[in-house]
């Protein structure tokens, strides 16, 4: 618990600290060559305990081949836990499911996408969730907690690593989010 608590802090100022980057202009991307697999492996070391908190179980389904692309390691990484961070939190008892796979539409793409059992989004809630500091409606906040920085972050380093951003969202079945990321940078 003590452990979940500090990631969780850690997380949440290495946040603050890469949105203040950005706000002032000097965010860089440390593009390097490496392993999809590696990546896949820190994602689960990190993610596991997050999704232990709500009895929660974690899939993670990765298409056979890939080997390696060429972008920023943790920025991604940061991308991605941030991602299955806010699926645990909106989940209890339930399944989330992460799959790496190519992207049929762009060459040489990437297609990472978190789905959640948990609670759905309305349409209204929806436009909300990139914002920073703000979350689906005034409800979640309180039960949920939160501080509404993961995916507003997520979302600018996504832009800025020339990647695209998706969600599908059903209120009964709840929702995935997709990144669609280049390879090669």
């Known amino acids: 618990e ?11 100022i290495n946040d603050i600290l890469d949105m203040s980057k950005i706000e002032a202009g000097n965010m860089e991307l440390f593009v390097s060559e490496f392993h999809i697999s590696d ?25 056979d081949g890939l080997t390696s692309m060429k972008g920023d390691e943790t920025r991604l990484r940061q ?5 299955i961070s806010n ?23 990437l297609n990472i996408s978190v789905s959640a059992t948990g609670i759905g989004m309305t349409d209204t809630q929806l436009p909300k969730i990139f914002e920073d500091f703000t979350q689906a409606d005034d409800e979640t906040t309180p039960k949920f907690g939160g501080t509404g920085r993961g995916l507003a972050l997520t979302s600018t380093l ?11 969202r059903n209120m009964a079945l709840g929702s995935t989010f997709t990144l669609r990321i280049p390879r090669f940078l």
């Open 2 to 12: 003590q452990t979940q608590s500090g990631f969780q802090i850690l997380f949440l």
């Open 39 to 63: 990546l896949v492996e820190q994602v689960k070391n990190i993610s596991q305990s997050l999704a232990d908190k709500n009895n929660n179980k974690i899939i993670y389904e990765v298409e």
């Open 79 to 83: 991308c991605v836990v941030n991602l």
């Open 87 to 109: 699926a645990v939190k909106f989940t209890e008892n339930g399944t989330i499911t992460v799959r790496v796979e190519s992207d049929r539409q762009i060459d040489d793409g």
């Open 158 to 168: 996504v832009t800025r690593m020339h990647a695209l951003r998706a969600v599908d």
